[in-house]
């Protein structure tokens, strides 16, 4: 089993429990039984406990009543706690009245939330999982078209047979995840909806389009895609809008979904040259994994926005409000014509950093602007040089 060294970092203080949330197969279980060997595990992705638990919630105090305070010294893991809501009423007794810690570990809040389930009420530190993000990989293991072609998901990212892995993964996530858990009740639709969705992903999302595509209302996939974001399958890119003005775009934003390689399948993709329009969108998408995972791992937060005018002026990311700008290039050789966008936005809002990454082989500056290799700027990235 190939593991990697991952970037986030769960530093619990006594008496402080966390969740930690993340898509599935993203290394969630495996990076928990690394950094607390230890501790007790009830996963309830085991039918058997799931059931006996959620008949009798109890349970779990009377389980844990009977562990010895060595092993109480360590934090309690919940797997797939999600699966069992009324446990979290149980969790909240037990740190209240006897000081335990918890981490509390699933691949989506949606269904606690929805059923008025027990968040603890800030008493759980929130913690991410991402797929493997450049910081993780050793540099002679960085292949751009892999990464593209297979995404970062752990399994499928070392995976030979990566396109089989990523089918099955997507049919098990529309199973378990959605189906499973009653998220929608209208398969046929949602299942037409996540196709349509692969082929608009990364653009400016049109509900209107997208819903006569899949023959449901635009209300309903407004829902569908708040159950990707709930589920941690994608993220909603809101437009900058710092200053209101009559040509800049304010109100549709674009989806992107959590891997690049998840988007791939989707969209029937198979990347064999670092050019083109389709393998643009990859890249861009690539970028944009990154920034998420930089933002929540770095515990800097910064929002990662877009910018965009009537007139088609665009700026792929906006970190934070505005600080630094990035244009993302699937070319080895930028011209003054494809700064013209950047070059807009700096004079407007004066940002900090300005960056266009890019295949070209050598870093250069052109103004305020600083065009990177796009290795050069994801080790910058990752080192706090970008934001901090």
Sequence with gaps: MVTFPRRLKMDLPNRQSAFLWGPRKTGKSTYLNQTFPNSIVFDFLKTDLMLDFSRRPSLLRERIFALSDTRLAHPIILDEVQRVPPLLDEVHWLIENKGLRFVLCGSSARKLKRGGANLLGGRAWRYEMFPIVTGELKDGEIDLLTILNRGLIPDHYVSSQYRR??????????????????????????????????????????????????????????????????????????????????????????????????????????????????????????????????????????????????????????????????????????????????????????????????????????????IVPWKVFLQSLWSGEVIS
């Design 165 to 370: 892995s990523l089918n099955a993964y997507l049919q098990d996530y529309l199973k378990e995840e959605v189906f499973a858990e009653g998220l929608t009740r209208n398969v046929p639709a949602f299942s037409r909806f996540f196709e349509a969705m692969g082929y608009a992903h990364g653009e400016l999302t049109n509900f209107s389009n997208v819903a006569r595509e899949c023959g449901v209302s635009s209300k309903t996939v407004k829902e569908y895609y708040q159950i990707l974001v709930d589920t941690l399958l994608g993220s909603m890119v809101a437009p900058f809008k710092k200053r209101q003005g009559r040509q800049v775009i304010t109100r549709s934003s674009r989806f992107y979904l959590f891997d690049v390689g998840v988007a791939g399948i989707l969209a029937k993709r198979h990347l064999s040259e670092t050019r083109g329009s389709v393998f643009g969108k990859a890249f861009e998408h690539f970028i944009f994994c990154e920034l998420k995972a930089h933002a929540s791992y770095s515990e800097i937060h910064y929002d990662i926005r877009f910018w965009r005018t009537k007139s088609g002026l665009e700026v792929d990311f906006v970190l934070g409000d505005g600080e630094v700008v990035i244009e993302v290039k699937g070319t080895s050789r930028v011209d003054a014509k494809s700064l013209r966008s950047l070059r807009t936005f700096v004079q407007e809002y004066a940002p900090r950093k300005a960056f266009v990454v890019c295949n070209e082989p050598v870093e250069r500056v052109v103004g305020p602007i600083r």
